[in-house]
């Protein structure tokens, strides 16, 4: 190492570009909107084979003034990892780009596709809080949302189509990666019950998918009545319309995904009170509430640098939910002291089942 101002003058600059990155941290966000709403990983999947930057611009909806500045946007998405580029010496060292694993994920028909919950997590109606943030914190509204808006998300969703249709979009394409997962590592879960109620199910993905795995099961999807208006139900699926903090329909299960994080503990612990009351028992079955959601490690816990991403992932999660819900991301002990409080007598962790979340079976 140099002198001591040398090293100085490195940290010093080290840390103007940690703060930069962070200020311009956006622009990777929407960069890969636009690249999405431009149509350009449709446009290279169809292509079926890495397909030449003049090919590509040829082939999108823009100006022809814009069409110089395709491959600046193509640069920065490949160095987030979104494409892959090769140079071609049949075409005159012209690049041309494929998708990788990620861009496949944000393709319109993929089955696992994560496009509705990009379109919702930054559309204005979301992003729009976060500038409201600083106020938020000092003054007594529920959320940067409520302040913005003059309403709860939910309230907002349930006379706002579009935001409710990217809702129910992205919660259904959560489902296959769940179920690619669940059933294989967490089969037994759901086995000896005789009926299921997925709380907050929505248009009933995984409802589908736990009623086609287990005919024998009775399963309802239950949701606030704009949510399953008009849906049909057939075989051993059935939807239901209510309010899960009035009442719950009895089961032998209770499904919460992803559910509980959306609200405060004041508000879980009702939550968990009406699961309880819900869950039919007898001496040769007994019931359980099935939740899935986010274990965040303890604030003092040693995070490797493996971990680090992951553990960011789960952070960004918990803000949101602190912006737009007034919700939270909850460590083990946080779990636990809402499963007690609600008058349940013991839970069991499979920590990180599920990528980012894990599973709780919590019994009463």
């Known amino acids: 190492m140099g002198s001591n101002g040398e090293y100085c003058a490195s940290k010093l600059l ?6 930069w990155n962070h200020i311009f941290s956006y622009i990777n966000s929407m960069s890969l ?46 160095h987030s990892g979104f494409f892959s580029k090769e140079i071609s010496l049949k075409s005159e060292l012209e690049s041309s780009y494929a998708l990788t694993d990620a861009s496949k994920l944000l393709l319109k028909d993929h089955p696992m596709s994560l496009s509705p919950f990009l379109s ?14 600083p106020a938020w914190f000092q003054n007594n509204s529920p959320t940067s949302f409520y302040m913005t808006h003059g309403m709860t998300l939910w309230d907002y969703a349930s006379l706002e189509p579009t935001l409710n249709k990217y809702f129910n979009d992205a919660m259904a394409t959560d489902t296959p990666f769940i179920t690619s997962v669940l059933f294989e590592k967490c089969k037994g ?3 000896g019950l005789e009926s299921l109620v997925d709380v907050g199910g ?25 949510a399953v208006n008009g849906l049909q139900g057939s075989g051993n699926i059935k939807y239901v319309g209510g309010d899960m903090f009035e009442s719950i329909p009895p089961s032998d299960g209770i499904l919460l995904k992803f559910i509980l994080h959306d609200w405060p503990d004041e508000k879980c612990i009702k939550i968990l009170k009406k699961c309880k009351e819900a869950i039919t028992r007898s001496k040769e079955r007994k019931g359980k509430v ?73 019994f009463p």
């Open 14 to 19: 080290e840390s103007q570009t940690h703060v």
């Open 290 to 362: 099935i939740v899935i959601d986010m274990v965040v490690s303890d604030d003092d816990e040693k995070i490797d640098d493996e971990d680090h991403k992951s553990i960011e992932t789960q952070l960004f999660f918990d803000m949101l939910m602190m912006v737009e819900v007034n919700g939270k991301e909850r460590n083990e002990k946080e779990w636990a002291n809402l499963i007690f409080s609600a008058g349940f007598s013991d839970y069991k962790i499979y920590f990180s089942a599920l990528g980012l979340r894990s599973l709780i079976e919590i």
């Open 33 to 78: 909107k636009c690249a999405i709403d431009l149509g350009i990983p449709e446009a290279i999947h169809n292509y079926g084979q890495p397909m030449p930057l003049s090919q590509l611009i040829s082939s999108l909806q823009i100006h022809p003034t814009k069409s110089q500045f395709i491959h600046r946007l193509m640069r920065i998405l490949t």
């Open 189 to 191: 879960v759901f086995e």
């Open 202 to 226: 929505g248009t009933g993905t995984m409802t589908k998918a736990i009623a086609e795995k287990f005919p024998q099961m009775e399963c309802i999807a239950f949701d606030l009545p704009h």
């Open 120 to 133: 919702a997590m930054l559309d204005p109606i979301l992003t729009k809080p976060w500038y409201k943030l």
